[in-house]
């Protein structure tokens, strides 16, 4: 028999800026992240796993906070090598996070549109969440 687990923080993430990062082709963008439970989430790590879109894991110490209907700002730097005008499809902010007491993961599935300077723009598409161990056998 498996535990049924109740859906994960709803969040909104959005971009809010970006600036050219301290080596060639990589970037720091800020996004917001909003917080749109009743119950406070505790940001504990973020990465940016895609080739196109990369940023490599980082351990939030102290953890952010991000209490109830508020949001908070994670700033990133990202690698993005990409010619203008091209788009990187599924990219991904995955976030590890804790609620309710428990951890989770919020995948942020993002559409790049890289300018005609080579800046990378990012569009939220989907976002998801998954307890963390879910895919483990649970009785």
């Given amino acids: ?14 971009e809010i ?4 990062g301290a080596s060639p082709h990589v970037w720091v963008i800020s996004w917001r992240i909003k917080n749109l439970s009743d119950r406070q989430l505790h940001l504990l790590a ?4 895609h080739s196109q879109f990369r ?7 102290p953890a952010l906070e991000v209490p109830s209907g508020q949001s908070a700002v994670l700033e990133l ?12 499809e599924n990219a991904f902010l995955i976030l590890r996070v804790l ?14 549109l890289v300018d005609s300077e080579g800046a990378p723009h990012t569009t ?7 307890p ?3 895919s483990e056998g649970e009785e």
Wanted: glycine share 10%; hydrophobic share 40%; proline share 8%.
């Fill in 1 to 14: 028999m498996h535990k049924k687990t109740e859906a994960g923080p709803p969040v909104l993430v959005e």
């Fill in 132 to 134: 963390v161990g879910f």
């Fill in 77 to 88: 730097s990202v690698a993005c090598n990409e010619a203008p005008g091209e788009v990187v």
């Fill in 17 to 20: 800026s970006r600036k050219i």
């Fill in 55 to 61: 940023g490599g894991e980082i351990q939030l110490q």
């Fill in 99 to 112: 609620w309710s007491g428990e951890p989770w993961r919020i995948l942020t599935r993002f559409r790049v």
């Fill in 46 to 49: 973020a990465r940016l796993p």
């Fill in 124 to 130: 939220t598409e989907l976002i998801t969440t998954q």
